[in-house]
């Protein structure tokens, strides 16, 4: 085991919750940049609001969100967008890219109704309901 990796591994223990990922809310995420949004940004009959889990582990994969099979963004560590989508049922999908590609791609299905905000986060590669 090299230094860097020791070192690595030892503060990750020193600071635990630092390192682990952790749901984070809409409220306290950092946006993600219009530079890295894809679609889905116009206001419509409901919206799908996805933060990304904060912390260490991980923080270095870029996620890509999609709707429906489309591109909806590209998330960092602890980012949120929001999402203008139509009521009824939809495909949600998060797969890591870039250097971390290679892992697939997980998909789930949800279903907003005309006026509610959904809210989702992504950890890993998941998809998962949240209460943040």
Same mark, same amino acid.
């Not at 230094?3 to 809409?26: D, E, H, K, R």
């Not at 109704?113 to 992504?122: D, P, V």
């Given at each position: 085991?090299?230094?860097?990796?020791?070192?690595?591994?030892?503060?990750?223990?020193?600071?635990?919750?630092?390192?682990?990922?952790?749901?984070?809310?809409?409220?306290?995420?950092?946006? $993600?940049?219009?530079?890295?949004?894809?679609? +889905?940004?116009?206001?419509?009959?409901?919206?799908?609001?996805?933060? *990304?889990?904060?912390? +260490?582990?991980?923080? @270095?994969? #870029?996620? /890509?969100?999609?709707?429906?099979?489309?591109?909806a963004?590209?998330?960092?560590?602890?980012?949120?967008? *929001? +999402?203008?989508?139509?009521?009824? /049922?939809? $495909?949600?999908g998060?797969?890591?890219?870039?250097?971390?590609? @290679?892992?697939?791609? @997980?998909?789930?299905?949800? +279903? $907003?109704?005309?006026?509610?905000?959904? *809210? *989702?986060?992504?950890? @890993?590669?998941?998809?998962?309901? #949240?209460?943040?």
């Amino acid at each position: 085991m090299n230094i860097l990796t020791l070192s690595a591994f030892v503060v990750c223990w020193s600071t635990v919750a630092g390192c682990a990922p952790m749901p984070i809310s809409a409220e306290d995420a950092d946006p $993600v940049p219009s530079s890295r949004l894809y679609a +889905f940004s116009k206001k419509l009959e409901g919206e799908i609001v996805v933060t *990304r889990d904060s912390g +260490f582990a991980g923080s @270095g994969c #870029t996620i /890509r969100f999609y709707i429906d099979g489309k591109p909806a963004a590209d998330f960092h560590s602890g980012e949120v967008a *929001r +999402f203008g989508v139509t009521a009824g /049922r939809h $495909v949600l999908g998060a797969e890591p890219i870039r250097m971390c590609a @290679g892992s697939g791609i @997980g998909e789930t299905e949800a +279903f $907003v109704n005309a006026g509610e905000s959904l *809210r *989702r986060r992504i950890a @890993g590669a998941l998809v998962l309901p #949240t209460t943040f």
